[in-house]
């Protein structure tokens, strides 16, 4: 199999929290020589696992490295990690850099579609380059809250249940009933 997104961040994982393999094995619900095999990469690790250990404010990596390298994600986003621990420091100059240009992408975006049911080959171009504009904020902005879950312990669980909230009481989002 070989070594994979997902292998390479469980080890920085470990190495980074000086976790053994046993510890992990603990928080996984798994058998030790499980954890062995996914961070030699010799075993896939299965999502249920991932979702166990990402409970943990030090696994949250983990569930960037899966959705990129199952490519599940809106955007696969590549994973920022092992720069410093003043990361989030970065990653917020990373962010303000780059918003003025996402705010007139945005701009673009609405002129170019505006009342078009369709669009040229060049227009499509056009478009790429103005969705790359914005995709740019995708991977600093979740790195960025990872971090601060991490250093801080904040919940990523009430932000995004006070996202979904304000979501849906702004009618951005719809309750599904249950049959």
């Not at 980074?16 to 020589?33: F, I, N, R």
């Amino acid at each position: 199999m070989g070594t994979t997104m997902i292998s390479k961040t469980l080890k920085h994982i470990q190495k980074e929290h000086k976790l053994t393999c046993k510890q992990v094995a603990k928080m996984a619900g798994v058998s030790e020589s499980a954890v062995v095999r996914y961070a030699l990469g010799d075993r896939n690790m299965p999502e249920d696992v991932i979702v166990n250990l990402s409970k943990f404010s030090e696994f949250e990596e983990l569930k960037m490295a899966y959705k990129a390298q199952k490519k599940i994600g809106i955007i696969n986003i590549p994973m920022m990690n092992g720069i410093d621990d003043n990361i989030h420091c970065m990653i917020l100059k990373m962010i303000r850099e780059e918003i003025p240009e996402a705010v007139k992408a945005f701009g673009e975006i609405s002129s170019l579609t505006m009342n078009k049911k369709s669009l040229s080959k060049d227009e499509i171009e056009e478009l790429y380059e103005h969705m790359e504009q914005i995709a740019d904020l995708i991977p600093p902005i979740e790195t960025f809250l990872i971090r601060l879950k991490r250093l801080f312990g904040v919940s990523l669980d009430r932000l995004d249940m006070t996202e979904w909230e304000k979501f849906r009481q702004k009618r951005y989002i719809v309750d599904i009933e249950e049959g």
